[in-house]
Each structure stands twice: as structure tokens, then as C-alpha cells.
């Protein structure tokens, strides 16, 4: 079994920066594939951002268009985490963050968090 847990979430104004961080626990966590997802109230849920790594090799980055140039993911396997730098936050960042993971190969993301609150006021 794999828990994610998140943590990082709060309250911050346009134009601030927070960084979300995921840990997880229970199986080798260089191997699976890491991702951040957000979802709105009324909105379809996201993929933010994802990664595949091993080591110190990055083989694979990927971004939403909402948030290119702004966000950051990267990942610690020292210390099971992956996070989520997030800079210049707009408003339609506001969205609960979930970590979700699945093993490298496989075509669905079968492990979640229980998700952060991230909220931007203008």
C-alpha cells in the first residue's frame, strides 16, 4: 500500500508563492510516477504537474498551460516527497491540491491524497 499525504496549502494574496509537499510511505518511491492534481468548486478536475525520476535523472516533466512558467515540481527520493513550488498565484489558482502516484508503466494514477486547500485572494 501507498499513503500520500499533503501538506503546504493556506491563504495567500495574488502575486504570492507557496510550496505544497507530498509524503508518502509504504512502497519504493523511486518507483512510481508522482503527479499534483487541483480541482474547484463546479471545475473538472486538473492535472497541475507530473514527474518520472530516478536518482538524480529527470526523465520526464509535464505542466498544465494554466500554470508553464510558474509552477515547479520535483521530487526528493531521500525523503519519499515530491513538491509543488507555486509562484506569481492568480485566483484561478484557488483549488483543492490532491498528490496522487502510480507505478511507472501503468496507465492510471491509483494512489491519492486527501488533498490541500490553496486559496488566492485578489
Known amino acids: 500500500q501507498v499513503q500520500l499525504t499533503e501538506s503546504g496549502g493556506g491563504l495567500v494574496q495574488a502575486g504570492d508563492s507557496l510550496r505544497l509537499a507530498c509524503a508518502a510511505s509504504?512502497?519504493?518511491?523511486?518507483?512510481?510516477?508522482m503527479a499534483w492534481f487541483r480541482q474547484a468548486p463546479g471545475k473538472e478536475r486538473e492535472r497541475v504537474a507530473s514527474i518520472i525520476s530516478s536518482g538524480s535523472i529527470t526523465y520526464y516533466v509535464d505542466y498544465a498551460d494554466s500554470v508553464k512558467g510558474r509552477f515547479t515540481i520535483s521530487r526528493d527520493n531521500a525523503k519519499n516527497t515530491v513538491y509543488l513550488q507555486m509562484n506569481s498565484l492568480k485566483p484561478e489558482d484557488t483549488a483543492v491540491y490532491y498528490c496522487a502516484a502510480r507505478p511507472v508503466g501503468a496507465l492510471q494514477y491509483v494512489h491519492w491524497g486527501q488533498g490541500t486547500q490553496v486559496t488566492v485572494s485578489s
Open positions: 509504504g512502497r519504493t518511491f523511486s518507483s512510481y510516477a
